[in-house]
């Protein structure tokens, strides 16, 4: 059994060397990067030529000049990159990695919100696709949702599509009122107070991060609330030695290979998007290889698009956390 195990292993390391091998080739072939979200699969943030969150890829993918960018990660995150990048060919490896999310905002229900608010700025979570960032004046990502709601001159804000989110923003703008939209991450809402309890009494010196996706009850009880980027600069400044991480399980594999000295723990085995987990090796190649599934916004959607995005990284400034690294 342990012989065969071993063996199977072995296979696995094969396969997956050849596979990034593969993958090397294509990209010199087709002038392409590849960019890879902190949520996805270990084996993938090991082929990043740039890994971070939403926000520190769509700064890189407005300063890099290669022709093709092969997006590891989820539909809107490909769409934003094109909308900043209308010149490149932006490439989802898995035509079906959406974001329950950002389908839970539609443009007629916002447009009926702001007729309901009109003196309200609608501030769009990046979690949002094309047409709705679209109709909104302001985007924004976990990392700078506060400082973007900060900077507008409205007193009155609608935030879509997150309440968690807008639920933190709030509690860190109180002199604004936030309007929040009903929508949540499925991913994050499963992680209960209980299982920060159950972690927190086996690593009592831990420290719990959650990110703010994460429901009311663990915003509460979480001793930080941090973006996937925040995490990981908080983590190094710490003096603590042990993390409970109230986020998507992909950001282990990061923080341990960043921070070999600490000892992270996930507190519930079901943080885990099926959404970002679609994305493989295997398809990582077929998308090199097939120039497949380009990801394009209509023309007259990504230019008001574009506009609320590139709002949102002027007041966020050069600030990138991409983690800049290739094979
Ligand atoms: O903005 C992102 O990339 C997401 C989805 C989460 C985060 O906190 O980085």
Same mark, same amino acid.
């Given at each position: 059994?342990?012989?065969?195990?071993?063996?199977?292993?072995?296979e696995?390391?094969?396969?997956?060397e050849?596979?990034?091998?593969e993958?090397v080739?294509?990209k010199?072939k087709?002038?392409?990067i590849?960019?890879?979200h902190?949520?996805q699969?270990?084996?993938?943030q090991?082929i990043a030529?740039?890994?971070?969150?939403?926000l520190?890829?769509?700064?890189a993918?407005?300063?890099t000049n290669?022709d093709?960018?092969v997006? &590891?990660?989820? =539909?809107?995150m490909?769409e934003?990159a094109? *909308?900043?990048n209308? $010149? +490149?060919?932006?490439l989802l490896?898995?035509?079906?990695?959406?974001?329950p999310?950002a389908?839970m905002v539609?443009?007629?229900?916002?447009?009926?919100k702001?007729?309901?608010?009109?003196?309200a700025?609608?501030?769009?979570y990046?979690?949002?696709?094309a047409e709705?960032?679209?109709?909104?004046?302001?985007?924004?990502t976990?990392s700078?949702?506060v400082?973007v709601?900060?900077?507008?001159?409205n007193?009155?804000?609608?935030?879509?599509?997150d309440?968690?989110l807008?639920?933190?923003?709030?509690?860190q703008?109180?002199e604004k009122e936030?309007i929040?939209?009903e929508?949540f &991450?499925?991913? =994050?809402?499963?992680?209960?107070g209980?299982? *920060?309890?159950?972690a $927190? +009494?086996i690593h009592p010196?831990a420290?719990?991060?959650?990110h703010?996706?994460?429901?009311?009850?663990?915003?509460?009880?979480a001793?930080?609330i941090?973006?996937?980027?925040s995490?990981?600069k908080?983590v190094?400044?710490?003096?603590a030695k042990?993390?409970?991480?109230?986020t998507e399980?992909?950001?282990l594999?990061?923080?341990?290979?960043e921070?070999?000295?600490?000892?992270?723990?996930?507190p519930s085995e079901?943080?885990?998007?099926p959404?970002?987990k679609?994305?493989?090796l295997?398809?990582?190649t077929?998308?090199?290889?097939l120039?497949?599934?380009?990801v394009?916004?209509p023309?007259?959607?990504a230019e008001?698009a574009?506009?609320?995005?590139?709002k949102?990284l +002027?007041?966020t400034?050069e600030?990138?956390?991409?983690?800049?690294s290739g094979?």
């Amino acid at each position: 059994m342990t012989h065969h195990m071993d063996s199977m292993k072995k296979e696995d390391k094969k396969y997956i060397e050849s596979l990034t091998k593969e993958i090397v080739r294509l990209k010199k072939k087709r002038n392409a990067i590849i960019m890879v979200h902190n949520y996805q699969r270990d084996e993938i943030q090991n082929i990043a030529d740039i890994s971070g969150d939403s926000l520190a890829l769509s700064e890189a993918a407005v300063k890099t000049n290669v022709d093709v960018i092969v997006f &590891c990660g989820v =539909h809107f995150m490909a769409e934003s990159a094109s *909308i900043l990048n209308p $010149k +490149k060919k932006v490439l989802l490896p898995v035509k079906e990695a959406g974001c329950p999310l950002a389908d839970m905002v539609g443009v007629e229900e916002l447009r009926a919100k702001r007729k309901e608010f009109p003196d309200a700025a609608v501030v769009c979570y990046v979690n949002s696709n094309a047409e709705v960032k679209a109709e909104s004046d302001i985007g924004c990502t976990s990392s700078n949702a506060v400082a973007v709601v900060r900077s507008l001159p409205n007193k009155r804000i609608i935030f879509v599509p997150d309440k968690n989110l807008a639920r933190f923003v709030q509690s860190q703008v109180p002199e604004k009122e936030i309007i929040a939209w009903e929508g949540f &991450c499925p991913t =994050h809402i499963v992680l209960k107070g209980e299982d *920060i309890t159950k972690a $927190k +009494k086996i690593h009592p010196k831990a420290e719990v991060i959650a990110h703010p996706e994460c429901s009311s009850e663990i915003q509460d009880i979480a001793d930080h609330i941090c973006s996937t980027a925040s995490m990981f600069k908080y983590v190094k400044s710490s003096k603590a030695k042990e993390f409970i991480i109230g986020t998507e399980s992909g950001m282990l594999y990061k923080l341990r290979k960043e921070n070999p000295d600490k000892i992270f723990y996930l507190p519930s085995e079901h943080l885990v998007c099926p959404n970002m987990k679609l994305t493989t090796l295997g398809w990582v190649t077929r998308s090199l290889e097939l120039m497949v599934h380009e990801v394009k916004v209509p023309k007259k959607i990504a230019e008001r698009a574009r506009v609320s995005l590139e709002k949102m990284l +002027k007041i966020t400034g050069e600030r990138s956390g991409a983690t800049i690294s290739g094979v």
